[in-house]
């Protein structure tokens, strides 16, 4: 189950089955896929928080159970394929807040994220060549562009879990606190994107995406097409009233 509150122009959504360390099952990454289709198509929704229930774990990964006993049919039919954030297409900007450890498929989830802050005693590891599994939702394709190559093989080859600080360390996180704190943090950095002119942020996001994870051969091309739909928007021009008027601009993303 997934909740969801809203805070201004920001959704807070929460993983919710505790009882088995927030992970993923079908109907989990069904409701996700509705969020992100949700969030995409509301204009007064600009950034999404994804945090998990309880203290100990922001998200165990797949739910093994279904993938192994009723079989990985439901779980790979489900909208999204495993990881809804994968696959969907998405110019929002969603940042992971990591109440608690991140693993397998939990960590991959995260990292389908923009920018992740973390509770500072928070570890992150794919285990999944225990269970003859490879971390195919984005944890070698992301891992090895974001992390050194050493790091990257002892996570996924030994199992190795990353401390979050070392993480940090390395640029993975972008804020590190205590775990009172963390939805302020990242509700303080979400707001700080949120005030911003939406077009802008999300075609800056998905410019930044294309370079690091997409065809970079294209991505002139791409810079040059967002670059004239943010110049055609209303929120362009309004931008240049609010300057000329000395007050705040009213964004309205169109």
Not at 24 to 38: F, K, T, W
Not at 47 to 56: A, D, N, P
Not at 63 to 81: P, T
Not at 191 to 209: K, T
Request: hydrophobic share 45%; proline share 3%.
């Amino acid at each position: 189950m997934v909740l969801q509150r809203l805070t201004g122009r920001v959704v807070v959504v929460s993983l919710h089955r505790p009882q088995a360390h927030n992970a993923y099952n079908s109907q989990m990454v069904r409701e996700l896929g509705e969020v992100v289709a949700y969030a995409e198509t509301t204009a007064t929704i600009d950034v999404v928080i994804l945090t998990g229930s309880g203290e100990k774990t922001f998200c165990a990964g797949a739910d093994l159970h279904e993938a192994f006993v009723d079989g990985a049919s439901a779980l790979r039919n489900a909208r999204g394929g495993y990881n809804p954030l994968q696959f969907m297409p998405r110019r929002k900007v969603w940042i992971a807040a990591l109440n608690g450890n991140a693993f397998g498929g939990g960590l991959e989830l995260a990292l389908q994220c923009d920018l992740l802050v973390a509770e500072k005693n928070v570890r992150l590891a794919l285990p999944e060549t225990r269970h003859s599994l490879l971390p195919v939702g984005g944890g070698v394709s992301q891992l090895t562009r974001l992390l050194p190559a050493a790091v990257v093989k002892e996570m996924i080859l030994a199992g190795t879990s990353l401390e979050a600080a070392r993480a940090a360390e390395l640029g993975l996180i972008n804020r590190l606190t205590d775990r009172e704190s963390l939805l302020e943090v990242a509700l303080e950095l979400a707001n700080r994107i949120a005030r911003n002119a939406p077009l802008a942020v999300q075609a800056c996001n998905a410019l930044i995406n294309q370079g690091l994870y997409g065809d970079r051969s294209t991505l002139e091309a791409q810079i040059a097409h967002e670059l004239k739909q943010v110049q055609q928007s209303d929120d362009f021009l309004e931008s240049a009233r609010a300057f000329s008027e000395k007050r705040e601009p009213l964004w309205k993303g169109k």
